[in-house]
C-alpha cells in the first residue's frame, strides 16, 4: 500500500515536470518580428516605435526581437493597408495612425470629424474612456490587439501661396491629402481641391510643387522642415492623429502570459513617452515636464511653433469667430460622416469628453 502511494507520488512529479516543461517548450519566439510604421525615425511617431521595440527586448530579456520597419516599407508605401496586413498577420506589430485604417475600419474616422475633439483634454477623455474602449474591442474582433495610444498630433494646415484664415483662402488651393474619403469631402467643402498621395510620395510631391499645401502635425512639420516648401502655417487644430501600438492577435495568444506582461508594459511606456514627446511645448508645460521628470529627456527642440517661426514660417492663429467660420462650412461632413462612424460611437465620444 505504502509502495503504491510512493509510486503515484513518484508519477504526479514525473508527470508535472514533463507537462511543464512542454508547456514551456510550447512558445518558441521566431527570430524576428515586423513592425510596420508609416513615417521615419525622426519623428516622434517614428521614435516611439522603436522604443516600444527596444523596451520589448529589455524587457524579456532579448526573448522577443522586433524590427520596425519605417516608411511603409513593407506596405510599398500603401499607408492605407496596415491594419489589414496586421489582421491577416503579415506582420506583426504597428505604431500607425487611425487615419491610415480609416478606410477598413470606418470607426476610426471619429478623429477626423473636423473640430470634434480641438483639445488635448478632449483626446485624452476618448482615449481613456468609453469610446476608446469600444474602439480597442472592435480591433481586437478584426484580430488587432491594440496596447496603447500615442499620437501625431492636431494636423494643421500649410501651403505656399497665403496664409489661410477664412474657407476663401483655400479656395482653389491644391492640397495634399491622406488617400481617405473623409478628407475629401472636408477639403471639397472648403473649396480646395484634395489631392491623394502617400506620405512616401509626398515631401517630393512638395518639393517639385506638386500641390500648393498639405496638413499634417507639428511632429510631421519639423523632421520635414515644411517652411522650405510652404511659409504659411494655420494653427486650426482641426482633427485629431493618434496613433495606436498594436500587433496581431494570434501572435499575442501565443505568448505566454510573462512575455504579454512585458509587451503590454513595453507599449504603454513607450506610448507615455512618445505622446508627451509629440506635445512638447503645444500644452504649455505639461508634456515638457513630464519628458524631463519622468524619463530624463531634455529635447532640443522644446518649443516647436516657435522653431517653425524661427525658421521664417509664418504661423497664423485664428481667433475663435475665424474658427467658426470652418466649422459651418465643414458641418455637412460632419452631419455625413457620425451616420457613417457610427452614431453610438460618436455618442459615447461625447459623453467622454463632457466628464
Ligand atoms: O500621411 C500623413 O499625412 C501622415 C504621415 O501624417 C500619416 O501617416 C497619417
Known amino acids: 500500500m505504502k509502495k503504491l502511494f510512493t509510486l503515484s507520488i513518484l508519477a504526479f512529479v514525473i508527470i508535472s515536470i514533463c507537462l511543464s516543461s512542454a508547456a514551456a517548450a510550447e512558445f518558441t519566439p521566431k527570430k524576428e518580428y515586423t513592425m510596420t510604421i508609416n513615417v521615419t525615425n525622426t519623428y516622434a511617431w517614428g521614435m516611439g516605435g522603436q522604443r516600444w521595440a527596444d523596451l520589448i527586448a529589455e524587457k524579456t530579456d532579448g526573448k522577443i526581437v522586433v524590427k520596425p520597419y519605417f516608411g511603409s516599407q513593407l506596405l510599398a508605401g500603401k499607408q492605407m493597408n496596415w491594419l489589414q496586413a496586421v489582421a491577416e498577420g503579415s506582420i506583426d506589430f504597428a505604431v500607425e495612425s487611425t487615419i491610415n485604417s480609416s478606410a477598413v475600419v470606418k470607426s476610426h474616422n471619429l478623429f477626423s470629424l473636423p473640430f470634434f475633439i480641438k483639445t488635448f483634454e478632449n483626446l485624452d477623455k476618448i482615449e481613456n474612456g468609453e469610446s476608446g474602449k469600444m474602439l480597442f474591442d472592435e480591433m481586437e474582433r478584426m484580430q488587432v490587439i ?74 510631421v512639420l519639423l523632421p520635414v522642415s515644411i517652411w522650405e516648401y510652404h511659409k504659411y502655417i494655420t494653427n486650426w487644430n482641426y482633427l485629431a492623429d493618434p496613433l495606436i501600438f498594436c500587433l496581431n492577435k494570434k501572435l499575442w495568444d501565443s505568448f505566454p502570459d510573462d512575455i504579454k506582461a512585458a509587451v503590454r508594459e513595453a507599449a504603454e511606456e513607450a506610448a507615455e513617452w512618445e505622446k508627451a514627446y509629440a506635445r512638447r511645448g503645444l500644452d504649455g508645460d505639461i508634456s515638457i515636464n513630464l519628458l524631463k521628470d519622468k524619463f530624463g529627456d531634455e529635447p532640443e527642440v522644446l518649443d516647436q511653433v516657435a522653431y517653425v517661426k524661427s525658421k521664417g514660417g509664418e504661423v497664423v492663429d485664428l481667433t475663435s469667430e475665424q474658427v467658426d467660420a470652418f466649422i459651418e462650412a465643414t458641418q455637412s461632413v460632419t452631419d455625413k460622416w457620425i451616420d457613417i462612424i457610427g452614431k453610438d460611437l460618436v455618442d459615447a465620444a461625447i459623453a467622454d469628453m463632457n466628464q
Open 146 to 219: 491594440a496596447l496603447a495610444w500615442g499620437e501625431n498630433g492636431f494636423r494643421q494646415v500649410t501651403n505656399s501661396v497665403r496664409p489661410i484664415t477664412s474657407p476663401a483662402d483655400l479656395k482653389g488651393l491644391r492640397v495634399r491629402v491622406c488617400p481617405t474619403a473623409i478628407y475629401d469631402d472636408i477639403f471639397k467643402a472648403l473649396g480646395a481641391d484634395p489631392i491623394h498621395m502617400n506620405w512616401a510620395d509626398a515631401v517630393t510631391g512638395f518639393q517639385q510643387g506638386a500641390v500648393d499645401g498639405q496638413e499634417n502635425p507639428y511632429g
